[in-house]
Structures are given as structure tokens and as C-alpha cells.
């Protein structure tokens, strides 16, 4: 399974980012925050230019097309919090609900919704499980065309059992108490299929695990998914007149069938709808107890099968004439409901399918299916990691490969949300400072040679008119989705010698320390240092730095060194510098380099700064 070609952003040059590569970032767009924020809720609307962030007392509103923003206050009037640290409004949600923007925050333990029509603020709706009384992890609130869901408590000092409800719309119902143990939300979902009644709403969750105590050796916590029927309408019976009656749910597994490796700690899900709902893909990220991650896809079609097939776990009665989670367009039978709400888990596992494992923390997962020049479709996921960083993973027939890693911030920061647009093949990324907008096309991350263009294997990439460009269905361009990719596809361009903002001159006097370092493009290339031509250092693929060490400048050593990397049949020059002492040449050339001349100057540094350099650079 290959890892990530690299693209660090280093230095600001001319008011455009530059990357390891030397490409530009003037294509992205972003919008900083007038202060650093504790916690954001973000909302793009799909197909639109623009993105709200909701804040502490505050709300962003920035559009990246015309580069128009708004920060509209949100302060708290009166305090019903039994401290003043809580006397604040947290914008905890923000979403379009009956053709309005629905903004929903904390409001001092007071939780409040408003709406937003026209660039002002409105009485909204009421906000009770719409937002919670104060910073809460494990609130999720889901807009289903009229109806609401949510795991947000209802009241501040009671119901403290997390439930799942429906809030508005339809008929509010909400979870047992026995049916879930400490949940911890992670994802509410709507799924469709033929039949209007039959649609569900799924959720997914980790609780805690029943065996555990019994077996120490198994996992604390274990990872579910649910189902209920949109029409479920509750039961006949006024103790379960306002409780779901159709509730199911299963362990949610995934687990590398070739190296048995168990991932068993749901972080994010992702949904790829398609026109026929058995086609729908649920794409899981998950970690295991070293916190090393997988990404499992499911199949809407197999969950609901095995929800529909699977015997309940732990039941041996007789199954009712209606079975249990059963959707109908009338009300639950009472012999159903009773069976269910003592026995809510089937039998059955959901088992994913394995199609990326890494040691990296991922903690968000996007999915995008990319039509490409073949007409054949391909899915990219996009992973946030807890390092600020964002993998590009595409899923190939011989494998999932890592192709390129995205710096989406100036400086490193954690990645709090992030949402793809599937319709302008955009991310939006935000950060405690800032939200990014960028391009899924980073084509310009390859530079303009045949060579790195198709070994990157982008879906959205391919080598036409000498760049490195966006796939146009309409026109041929030379592209390869294929781990072995064909030596003969860039005719006579098996090599490239860079471009002249890669190769420089540096001043190093006699006897002092330095460094070369050549940034490695891809994980899947062999680095080489030439001096004057001959080989003075060799670095594997795997790794984000190639550094050759001169602890002692001396006359033999000034000269011409390059960099050369090799991936498959493709060789290229990366860099070019010429090391000139300055007692022999006061005329000497000054840096040229866009990217690189911009890291710190390291040559006359000692030993223990020098040390502390490297560990820097490489971890």
C-alpha cells in the first residue's frame, strides 16, 4: 500500500503560498477569524460560494467568490449558568431548515436558536435539544426536510441518558433506556430507498461493551449502528406512545482479513449516495488500541439485509407476525415493541471491507466518486490527520494509494471540520484561525513535467498540452489509474531536469557546517545527492527530507550538487546547488530559489542547534 507524495506549504512569496514543489497557491481562498476561537460549528450549503462559522458569541459569514464577509454578534443578554466562565453563547449549530438559516447556540445555559434572513438575525425556532446548555462533545443534530434529529439533552438537570430523538416534524420520539450504554455519537444519517415509508435514519455510535467486564481482553468500548424508520409513528401503548419502535442496531466492524488486524474505534462516517439506494456506500474511519487507522466500506444494501435477516442476539421466544424493526405505515403491534425494546441487537455483524490502513490518526474522512477520462469511476478519500494535515487517498483495483498530503493551513493547526462539495469540487477546511477553501484538483502539485504528472495517479489529473491539468472529458489527456504505470506513456520523457527556481547558489565559508536538504515529492521515489556528478548520499522512499551533512566545509567540497529522484522509469533533477566559497567569489549569486530559499539559513550553526535542527525537519 504506498504512502503520500508530499506537498508542504513553507513560505509566503509575493502574497501567494509556495509548496515543496514551487507550485502556487493562488487558486485557494481562505478567511481568517478575528481572534483564535475554543469552538466552531461550520455550514456550507452544497454548490454554494459561501460558508458560515459559528463561534463563541459570534458569527462568520464569508463568501470566497466575491470575498464579501459579515461578523454578526450573538451575546448573551441574561445568564441562567451557575458559573461565569459558562456565561457565554457557543453557535453550536447551523443549518437550512424550512428554507431558512437556522443558527442554534448555548446562549448561557439558556440555548436559543435564531434565524438568519438577509444578512440579519431572527427569533427562531425552539431550541430545546437543538443545542445544549453548554460545550458538549456528543451533540449531533441532523435537518431531514421537515424533520429534526439530535442526541442533544433535552433538560440541564435531568434525562442526563444520552438519547437519540426526533425532535420536530413528525411525531417526537426518542431512545429506551435500555437500548444504548453511555453512547457516544459520531454520525445520524438519512438513507432512502423505493418506498417512502421504508426510508430510515441511520445512526452510528460506540457504547460500552457488555463483555468487557466479563473478558478484560475485549475493547471497552464497541461500535454500532443503528436503524429506525423515518415513519416510524411510536407504539400503541402510553409507555411507548413517544419511544421508537422500529430501532435495530448492530456491532459495526472492520477487520484486514489478510494481517487480522482488528479496528474497532469508530471516528467518522461518510456517505456516497446513489440513485438506487442499494447502491449507497457508507465509508467508516476507525482506529485501533495504538491508534493507527482504517477506513471500511459498507454496503447500504448488506446492512439492510442483515437488519432485515438476522435473528435478534440473546432471544428465544417466538418471533411476532410483525418482526422486529419492520418499517410500516401504521403503528408498531404492542407484542413487536415488546420483543424489540428488550432485545434491540440482531445477531449478525456488520462487516466493512478493508480498503486503507495506515499508521497515521486520522480523525475526518471526506469521500468523492471522480469520473475520469476512462468513464470509469473512482473514489478519493480525503483524511484529516491529528498533525493538520490532509491525505489524498485514492482507491485503485490493485489497492488503495496515498498519492499526495495537503498542508490546507499557513501555520500548522488542528483541523476542526471539513466538508467536501461534491457539485464545485471544493474542500472547506477549518481551523481555530481560519477556513480554507481549496481546489480537489491540485494538479499544479506535480509540476509541469509528463513524468510526475501520471506517476502522481490522480483521478483528477492527466498530462495535456506540456501541463500538468485537470481532466477535460472532451479532449484526450495522458492519465494511468494503475499501480504499474506503463513506460511508454510519456513517449521520450523519462527524465526531467527541474525548472530554474529549483537550482541556486548558497555562500558557505571555509570550514563551516552545512546542509543540503531535498524535498522528497513523492514516498514512492529513491533520493539521490550528486556532487559534481558522483553520488555522496542516498535516501529511500518513505521519508519527507533528503539531507546530506557537511560538518566541515573544505576547498574539494564547493561545487555543484543536485538531487535526483527515480520512481519506476521516471528520473528528474528535484534541486540544484552550487556551494561557493565567498573569500574566492564576492560576486557571488544570491539564493533564487521561490520555496526553498526561504527555510532557515543553517550553515554556520554548531553542533547541539544543528541537532535539534534535524530532529525538527524530519519528524
Not at 459570534?58 to 448573551?76: A, C, G, I, W
Not at 435539544?129 to 434529529?149: H, Q, R, W
Not at 462539495?421 to 481549496?438: G, H, M, P, T, Y
Amino acid at each position: 500500500m504506498r504512502e503520500a507524495a508530499w506537498v508542504i506549504f513553507t513560505c509566503q512569496q509575493f502574497g501567494n503560498a509556495s509548496d515543496g514543489r514551487g507550485t502556487k497557491r493562488e487558486w485557494w481562498k481562505k478567511f481568517q477569524f478575528n481572534s483564535t476561537e475554543k469552538h466552531i460549528a461550520v455550514y456550507h450549503e452544497e454548490g454554494s460560494s459561501s460558508v458560515f462559522v459559528g463561534a463563541e458569541n459570534k458569527l462568520y459569514y464569508y463568501n470566497f467568490e466575491d470575498s464579501t464577509s459579515h461578523v454578526e454578534r450573538f451575546d448573551v443578554n441574561i445568564s441562567r449558568c451557575e458559573t461565569p466562565e459558562q456565561a457565554v453563547n457557543y453557535l453550536t449549530f447551523i443549518g437550512k431548515y424550512q428554507g431558512k438559516v437556522l443558527v442554534c447556540g448555548t446562549n448561557a445555559c439558556n440555548p436559543t436558536c435564531w434565524n438568519w434572513v438577509n444578512g440579519q438575525k431572527e427569533s427562531g425556532i425552539s431550541a430545546q435539544s437543538l443545542a445544549p446548555f453548554g460545550l458538549e462533545k456528543n451533540s449531533l443534530v441532523l435537518i431531514d426536510g421537515n424533520d429534526i434529529y439530535s442526541t442533544v439533552r433535552k433538560y440541564q438537570y435531568n434525562g442526563r441518558i444520552p438519547r437519540f430523538r426526533r425532535v420536530r416534524g413528525a411525531t417526537e420520539l426518542y431512545t429506551s433506556d435500555t437500548v444504548m450504554k453511555n453512547p457516544e455519537f459520531v454520525k445520524i444519517a438519512p438513507i432512502r430507498q423505493e418506498e417512502a415509508y421504508n426510508d430510515k435514519i441511520y445512526f452510528f455510535f460506540r457504547e460500552d461493551n457488555p463483555d468487557w467486564p466479563i473478558n478484560p481482553l475485549a475493547p471497552r468500548k464497541i461500535s454500532r449502528v443503528a436503524q429506525v424508520c423515518k415513519g416510524d409513528k411510536g407504539g400503541n401503548g402510553s409507555f411507548s406512545a413517544a419511544k421508537w419502535t422500529t430501532l435495530l442496531k448492530s456491532m459495526l466492524v472492520c477487520v484486514d482479513s489478510v494481517t487480522n488486524r482488528i479496528f474497532d474505534q469508530l471516528q467518522d462516517v461518510f456517505i456516497v449516495e446513489s440513485d438506487q439506494w442499494f447502491q449507497t456506500k457508507i465509508y467508516g474511519l476507525f482506529l485501533n488500541e495504538w491508534r493507527y487507522s482504517a477506513v471500511c466500506v459498507y454496503s447500504v444494501s448488506d446492512i439492510s439485509e442483515r437488519f432485515r435477516m438476522s435473528p435478534l442476539k440473546n432471544y428465544t421466544g417466538k418471533t411476532p407476525a410483525v418482526k422486529p424493526g419492520q418499517c410500516l405505515e401504521g403503528k408498531t403491534p404492542p407484542e413487536t415493541f415488546k420483543v424489540i425494546d428488550s432485545y434491540p441487537e440482531v445477531a449478525d455483524q456488520m462487516n466493512g471491507k478493508p480498503i486503507f490502513y495506515s499508521k497515521h490518526h486520522y480523525q475526518h474522512l471526506g469521500v468523492h466518486q471522480v469520473q475520469v477520462a476512462d468513464n470509469k469511476n473512482y473514489s478519493v478519500l480525503y483524511l484529516a490527520t491529528d498533525k493538520g494535515s490532509i491525505h489524498k487517498v485514492v482507491d485503485l483495483p490493485g489497492g488503495a494509494m496515498n498519492i499526495l498530503e495537503i498542508q490546507p493551513f499557513q501555520s500548522q493547526a488542528a483541523i476542526l471540520a471539513m466538508i467536501l462539495d461534491k457539485s464545485r469540487n471544493e474542500l472547506i477546511v477549518a481551523s481555530a484561525n481560519e477556513v480554507v477553501q481549496l481546489p480537489m484538483a491540485s494538479c499544479g502539485a506535480y509540476k509541469n513535467n509528463c513524468g510526475s504528472c501520471v506517476l502522481s495517479r490522480d483521478p483528477y489529473c492527466g498530462w495535456d498540452n506540456e501541463k500538468c491539468t485537470s481532466i477535460n472529458k472532451n479532449k484526450a489527456s495522458l492519465q494511468s489509474l494503475k499501480h504499474d504505470v506503463p513506460r511508454n506513456i510519456c513517449l521520450n520523457n523519462l527524465t526531467s531536469e527541474g525548472d530554474s527556481s529549483s537550482s541556486y547558489t548558497k555562500n558557505v565559508t571555509l570550514h563551516a557546517r552545512y546542509f543540503l536538504n531535498c524535498f522528497q515529492e513523492s514516498h514512492y521515489a529513491n533520493y539521490t545527492w550528486f556532487h559534481n556528478d558522483q553520488p555522496v548520499a542516498h535516501c529511500s522512499s518513505g521519508h519527507r527530507h533528503c539531507l546530506h551533512f557537511i560538518n566541515n566545509m573544505t576547498a574539494e567540497l564547493y561545487g555543484k550538487y543536485s538531487c535526483i529522484s527515480k520512481e519506476d522509469w521516471f528520473r528528474q533533477t528535484v534541486i540544484t546547488e552550487y556551494l561557493e566559497n565567498p573569500s574566492q567569489d564576492r560576486g557571488y549569486k544570491y539564493a533564487k530559489s521561490v520555496g526553498l530559499a526561504c527555510m532557515p539559513f543553517l550553515s554556520f550553526w554548531l553542533g547541539l542547534l544543528h541537532m535539534i535542527a534535524i530532529v525538527f525537519i524530519i519528524q
